[in-house]
């Protein structure tokens, strides 16, 4: 999950790697905690502000139910929970226009719902961040909770919204 661009021709200097990974790696562990949390909130109805206090208290870094949870870029986590609730009423009719006809968004599994809006908000306003990144990074996460035809959803339906927002990147091959 290295958030790298192909762009780079210089070879990090020794240190400078191992902190670009860890930074990609906390992002990573972010954007799970982020699906984990939209999921929550979208199943069970929690608030925002509960999520917050719920996830940076027991779950970014923590050990829950003997599984030791990667430490997360905390700013990153709440950038992209409190995004996805401010804009799903723009996410929500955008993903539906990138899924097949008949399969609206509301048919969707909840966790899939959770990647597909919180992937779409960071293609949009995480412009710090790549784009084929940010749909392989969803596309991971994704892995870890559904198998190949659902992930490969993810991945056209990313990929199409990619296009939408970032298409100088995407056309330059």
């Known amino acids: 999950m290295a958030e790298t661009s192909k762009k ?6 020794k240190g400078q790697e191992k902190n670009r990974d860890k930074k990609a790696n906390r992002r990573g562990a ?15 109805g929690a608030g925002l502000n509960d999520i917050f ?4 208290s027991h779950w970014l870094g923590g050990e829950v ?3 030791k949870y990667l430490p997360a870029e905390a700013a990153f986590f ?20 990138a899924l097949s006809k008949g399969w609206p968004l ?28 940010v749909v392989s990074e969803y ?6 909770f559904v198998d190949g035809d659902e992930t490969g959803m993810v991945n056209a339906v990313l990929d199409q919204i990619a296009r939408q927002f970032r298409g100088d990147e995407f056309s330059r091959g």
């Open 106 to 133: 509301k048919r969707i599994d909840a966790i899939l719902r959770a990647v597909l809006r919180a992937g779409s908000y960071e293609l949009e306003h995480r412009k710090d961040v790549p784009g084929r990144v």
């Open 65 to 67: 139910e003997g599984d």
């Open 53 to 56: 206090a719920e996830f940076e």
């Open 78 to 97: 709440r950038d992209v929970v409190s995004g996805v609730v401010r804009d799903q009423a723009k996410l929500d009719p955008l993903i539906d226009d």
């Open 8 to 13: 780079q021709e210089k070879k990090p200097a």
């Open 30 to 44: 972010a954007r799970l905690a982020a699906v984990q949390a939209l999921y929550q909130m979208d199943i069970a």
């Open 139 to 144: 596309v991971d996460v994704a892995h870890a």
